[in-house]
């Protein structure tokens, strides 16, 4: 089993709908929760972070958690074209990040 | 976040030689890494640069194929050595932000190797 696992896609989406992206663990102990956006040919960047089961929005974002369920995922609201990218999922292990392989998602005008 | 500098941004390289890799924090940081993400792949963790020991090293990720150093809290480099087709990848610098748990990345190494 991965230790994070993530849907590779691609998500097509239309402009204006709701993108809903997934994400599964193994570490139980991990206690924080990382969502990051990476544009092709560009670093990752770091656009929510959540800690508490339940959700937490920020904007258009909303990210969700689930410890029991080992579950994280992220919403993406009235989703624009600019949001086309690969979403990453980083739970927190011991001392360092892991990250998931990514769903790339498309969202056409 | 901290703005970090990364260079050069990319490179092509010949087989055998080595390349490093710099990076430059505008402010003071405890934590620096070092991440791989070869194509189509996610990122993986390469060493932890702590500032006046050795790095930490993840499994798989040996000091001899990929020196690093850590003079001070604002600057690391990345070498990797005796470079093969299959270093071929982008390079990452990262650094802890709040509480050290996020991490901000470096625009990336994007390296060839022929």
């Known amino acids: 089993q991965k230790e994070v696992e993530q849907n590779s896609g691609p998500l097509s989406v239309p402009e204006g709908a709701i993108a809903s992206l997934n994400c599964t663990y193994s570490?139980?102990?991990?206690?924080?929760f990382f969502w990051y956006r990476q544009y092709s040919g560009k670093s990752p960047e770091l656009i929510m972070s959540?800690?508490?089961?339940g959700d937490k929005e920020d904007g258009r974002f909303t990210a969700q958690l689930n410890k029991a369920s080992q579950y994280v995922s992220l919403l993406i609201r009235d989703s624009q074209p600019s949001d086309s990218a690969t979403y990453l999922c980083?739970?927190?292990?011991?001392?360092?990040?892991?990250f998931g392989t990514g769903t790339r998602l498309l969202v056409s005008p | 976040s901290a703005v970090i500098s990364q260079k050069p941004s990319r490179d092509i390289c010949q087989r055998g030689t080595s390349l490093t890799i710099q990076c430059q924090v505008d402010?003071?940081?405890?934590?620096m890494f070092w991440y791989r993400q070869q194509p189509g792949q996610s990122l993986t963790l390469i060493a932890t640069?702590?500032?006046?020991?050795?790095?930490?090293?993840e499994s798989g990720f040996v000091i001899d194929k990929f020196p690093i150093s850590r003079p001070n809290l604002t600057f690391s480099t990345l070498t990797v050595s005796n470079m093969s087709p299959e270093d071929s990848s982008i390079y990452l610098c990262?650094?802890?932000?709040?509480?050290?748990?996020?991490?901000?990345f470096g625009s990336g190494t994007q390296l060839s190797v022929l």
């Open positions: 990262s650094v802890g932000g709040q509480g050290e748990e996020k991490l901000f």
């Open positions: 570490d139980r102990g991990s206690q924080s």
């Open positions: 959540i800690y508490s089961n």
């Open positions: 980083a739970p927190r292990g011991f001392q360092k990040l892991v």
């Open positions: 402010s003071q940081v405890t934590m």
């Open positions: 640069a702590n500032q006046g020991s050795e790095a930490t090293y």
